[in-house]
């Protein structure tokens, strides 16, 4: 290839920082490149693929075009460095940091209470950190001083790609808008710079300073290095940027590329994304530098988009030609395709993601595209380029078109103009287009595959009999077809129609002919009823759009043909429903307390800033030592399968790989553990027999961690079932085969009454009834991850991010066959836990401890996303069935319930869940309680401790059931729960002695309080008043109490105070995210002062919290249930008053020589005098105080599309007991962020397995948590202070798990909006689907909500209609 000079350095900047790059393999991503060639860790992997914003960077070009500098985010996870040649790229500690001070996006993150564990803080400040960049290029007037001209809306939408499990967003949400030009302070939430009620102008000038002339990055000037990179070498490899079409097909001819096999066009590379190619490609072409795939060009006939540019450039470019005034019908075609756009994957995918790579994906191997769609309808057409030949053909032809060859390129897109029908060389006046959308998805803003997609285009008149007809395009993509496809067949009909019920009857008729799903789609029907809905809502539109300039007769025709459609139907194109996207307005309502100051204090969290800048340290950033090896789990795709034995596809071993590790390297001395828990120990390595898919049969080792994944990816594991048993599969087949786990009976709930007699009260009985709950995944953003390091004398040292450091200590000494004391386990912080890193986290430091032993090399890993999921295990599955008398007026008598617990294979903490099941179930006075457990024992991953396990199936069991009685009696729930909530003697009556004194039985004022901030009784009857008027879509309201039983332990503590005064404290409980170092410091210091000197009121700040070491600081124990906190604080009490007592009479002394005492000087004197400044203490609680009941009530509303089953949550409201709340600002996040993880538990989250139980929802792409779009439009939450708890640490309760239980609100909600659809459904006259005893799944996704309004409502309603007449 002549044109293409021979090789050059790769030359950017990063953070200011230039890299010159000679050499690199071409599949290298800019992740790998941060995050294992320089100092920059703050990009985190998160996902791998585009899902979570994790890795989110800004990238600075100039674009010698415009001769301007562009900077926008994209995903480094997927970005290939080869690609950023000339680029200038920023991360979060680039922007600021603990050095040369942090970004006011660091502070403000950390003031507004915005970062938690912290792992998707860099991320999201990058991305509000584009916002601000770009909104500075508006040619607007300068916001006010200290803000951006970022709008609150943009503000939010900055953040919509961004995952975080923790915070449940608000408070995420708070921090961006506060650099918004329009935010009005007073609705940002609780932070650290002002209090309530404080001026405006105090409230700016607290705020962090903010300007854009200092905060908005520098380019790094690599103008003149800017160019592409024409060719860069690597030993085996290049990466070629063609410049121009001719330069690309003699490189696609030569020797070099023709041959080789191996060689792959890239543009933005965000289709690694989904299709995770293993192949390893050789060449790498970059389409970006040839002029005709980036222009773009408008004639007279429409717009010519090149095919490399990204999907951002074409929705700016669309959004553009709208500028003209007034905007023509042709002009809201490009409108609403560029708000479509914006719905396609993220903003940061959006920047790089090519429209052609779109088209190819889904033309090559029929990816769900929504660019197709949209293109099929607006009669867009291609030119491709295959050997020699260009060729335009229509959208239709190239999608339908064998898959494009290797060497095949798409070279551009030609989207017509618009107008209306011509009669002659006139346009019909009376004709007018119309062009609408629709997508529906699980995530309304995007990053979720839709489950259909379709664009309509209508040219329509309207004459004396109604609204004719003239021309139409239907386009239909995504719902498990090869490609999207027009409805010709319905178009034909439709085309020359007036629009009659009759005409729309027959209409929806051809489309769910034409409209079905491929062979094995999940929710086949139900994407065939959105096609319906869809379609309907079009054409119903098409009669309201001109409705204001319509004549009588037009009215006329409109209600003939729709009547109450037309007015109910309040979709986007009337108007008269819009919600906010995003959340609305927030209130959090908090009471501190002066009276162990600085306990009680919304501090803000220890180390936020640092997590923001991305500077903190988790397992995976910790520089590897020389000579680190990293390992990939195989695990078993198999239920129960003889492993036979594991191979590669060729003789040798993979790239990179230096062993396989497995139960045979378990030293002599050693056992197969991998697991130590209270139940005893489970094993690391599957043996001869793998018991379950997941279940993990070796540790693959390599030389990086890319080529130990590639490999783990690659081995093919050889299995045999003969003569082994059927596995079991369902908790039915475990009880046919007696196949369970034992539950101690010191574990085993008590009864409470007699259920004979309580039945024999009942007026009337459901007997048999069943619920079945499925599993969650935890979704930390942080996978599980550990780095072992051999030590001397056959020592081992182990960085965990895990829960309980103890007991991976213990399993790792047992499976090495060592000594406990010659092993350290050290845990600094956890990128968020939820429980999944207590037990679940130990196989996988013990794998990497027994790999280091093997091999005498130190040995890392970082579980990719896939492998995380698979062999998570999850929340328990749990099957319940019921009996339950109870009175006409609602007051339950008696219930019996048979649970069979889905526990996996292994016990893990199973045998617990009975208790914690009960524990929330006991909420309501049963009259009489009975129940028979199962803890079965079936082929699946083993399931573990999830956020609130079995209490969150607990406390929803319970609103099942009180449901369904409430529906039988065709009463209210909200009667049958107020007739059924405890009084303070049944309360005792369940819980016993947990039920404390009657001042701490708060729930009845708590449960009346809820009714009024929330003014329950008045939207109860607003929502009537809309049910009534609003055909396609209900609205429903519910209020959910909880009371959960919490158990207290006994926890370690470490104080030490050092020369200067400072002190440094070690607990055993680990900081997951959840504030427990903040609390901890708190009490330290209120404890110390007690001391009474002079400076201790700043002692809070000189205290700095030590990362966990199991060899510093023993019996550090679980950090579970919710109570760490306490106890830790209460350990670390323990062991300041043991110093205040060592140092008093030395204090006195001072003080009776110098009348005052400074706290410095005293120490110093202290350490003179050799008084011990270290006290270790291990708080136990006392037996009176070991359990006790948490409170709180939570009231939501929510509304339903009938035609979509979507479920927009309009408001929650909930009010939580904290005791006397030891930082109210933690316990804040903490209750909002179990909330909405519940939330994802209740309405988004399927955790699916395939017949083998194997999990299939394994990505981003298939497990969708909840994101900011999908969490309460208003979000109030009240933490109550009652302080009435003597019993507790300080007065505190817990707050880290039984919030998550609040979210049942929202599912009684969307259940009682879809009772109101069903009411709806049978005042049609339906006789299928209408009785109101129906049971809502959990989750409540989009199709369940669909199923149960009805699948066929559109139809049913057009057979209504005339009959109406
Ligand atoms: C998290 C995420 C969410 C997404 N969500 C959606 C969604 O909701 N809806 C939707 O429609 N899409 C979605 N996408 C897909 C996204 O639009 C595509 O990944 C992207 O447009 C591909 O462009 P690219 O430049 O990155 O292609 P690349 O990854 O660079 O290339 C993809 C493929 O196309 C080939 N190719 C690229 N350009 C050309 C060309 N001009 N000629 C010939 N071959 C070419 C490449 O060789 C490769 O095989 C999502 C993607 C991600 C990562
Ligand atoms: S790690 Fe890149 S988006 Fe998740
Ligand atoms: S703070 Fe967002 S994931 Fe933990």
Known sequence: MEATPEGGSLVFTVNGVRFEVPEIDPSTTLLEFLRSRTRFKSVKLGCGEGGCGACVVLLSKYDPMLEQVESFTVSSCLTLLCSINGCSVTTSEGIGNSKDGFHPIHQRFSGFHASQCGFCTPGMCMSLFSALVNAEKKKQPQAPHGFSKLTVSEAEKAITGNLCRCTGYRPIADACKSFAANVDLED?????????????????????????????????????????????????????????????????????????????????????????????????????????????????????????????????????????????????????????????????????????????????????????????????????????????????????????????????????????????????????????????????????????????????SQNKSGIVVNKVRLSFGAYGTYHAMRARKVEDYLAGQTLTGLVLDEAIKLVKVAVVSGEGTAHAAYRSSLAVGFLFEFLNSLNTIDSSESCGSFEDSNKSLLGGAAKGNNDRNNGSIQHPELLSSAKQVVESSKDNYPVGEPIKKFGAAIQASGEAVFVDDIPPPPDCLYGAFIYSTKPLARVKGISFNSNKLPTGVAAVISAKDIPSKGENIGTQSMFGAESLFAGEVAMCAGDLIAFVIGDTQKHANLAAKMAIVEYDTEGLDPPILTVEEAVERSSFFDVPPFLYPAKVGDFSKGMAEADHRILTAEIKLGSQYYFYMETQSALAIPDEDNCMVVYSSCQCPEFTHIAIAKCLGIPENNVRVITRRVGGGFGGKALKAMPVATACALAAHTLRRPVKTYLDRKTDMIIAGGRHPIKITYDVGYKSDGKITALHLDILINAGIKADISPVMPNSITGALKKYNWGALSFNFKVCKTNHSSKSAMRAPGEVQGSYIAEAILEHVASSLSMEPDLVRNKNLHTYESLKLFYGDAAGDLVEYTLPSIWDKVATSSRFLARIENIERFNHSNVWRKRGISRVPVVNEVFVRGAPGKVSILWDGSIVVEVGGIDLGQGLWTKVKQVTAYALSSIQCEGTKDLFERIRVVQSDTLSLVQGGFTAGSTTSESSCAAVRLCCDILVERLAPLKKTLQDQMGSVEWDALIVQAHYQSVNLAANSFFVPDLSSVKYLTQGAAVSEVEINILTGETTILRSDIVYDCGQSMNPAVDLGQIEGAFVQGLGFFMLEEYLTNENGLVVADSTWTYKIPTIDTIPKQFNVEVLNTGHNQKRVLSSKASGEPPLLLAASVHCATRAAIKEARKQLKSWGAVEGIDTTFVLDVPATMPTVKRLCGLDTVETYLKYLPSRD
């Open 188 to 460: 940002l939430g609780i932070n650290s710079f002002w209090k309530r009620g404080e001026s405006e102008e105090v409230k700016v000038s607290r705020l962090p300073t903010y300007d854009p002339k200092d905060h908005i990055c520098s380019y790094s000037d690599l103008k003149d290095g800017y160019k592409s990179l024409t060719r860069l070498n690597s030993k085996q490899c290049s990466w070629f940027s063609p410049i121009s079409i001719n330069e690309l097909q003699d490189l696609l001819h030569s020797d070099l590329v023709k041959d080789s096999g191996k060689t792959k066009l890239v543009v933005g590379n965000t289709g690694n994304a989904y299709y995770k190619e293993t192949v390893e490609y050789d060449k790498y072409i970059d389409l970006r530098y040839i002029p005709e795939l980036s222009a773009i060009r408008k004639d007279n006939s429409g717009i010519e988009f090149g095919a490399a540019l990204s999907i951002s450039k074409v929705i700016s470019f669309l959004k553009s030609e709208n500028d003209s005034n007034p905007i023509s019908d042709g002009d809201l075609v490009f409108m609403n395709m560029a708000n479509h756009m914006e719905k396609i994957a993220t903003g940061f995918i959006r920047n790089s993601a090519s429209l052609g790579g779109n088209l190819v994906m889904a033309q090559r191997k029929y990816f769900p595209s929504d660019i197709g769609t949209l293109l099929l309808a607006v009669d867009s057409s291609v030119i491709v380029l295959t050997g020699q030949k260009h060729e335009r053909i229509t959208m239709e032809e190239f999608l339908y078109r064998p898959p494009l060859d290797t060497n095949g390129i798409l070279i551009s897109v030609h989207i017509p103009f618009f107008e209306p029908t011509r009669v002659g060389d006139s346009v019909q006046t009376t004709s007018k287009l119309s062009f609408e959308t629709y997508r529906a998805a699980p995530r309304p803003l995007g990053n979720a595959l839709p489950y259909l997609n379709a664009a309509f285009l209508a040219d329509f």
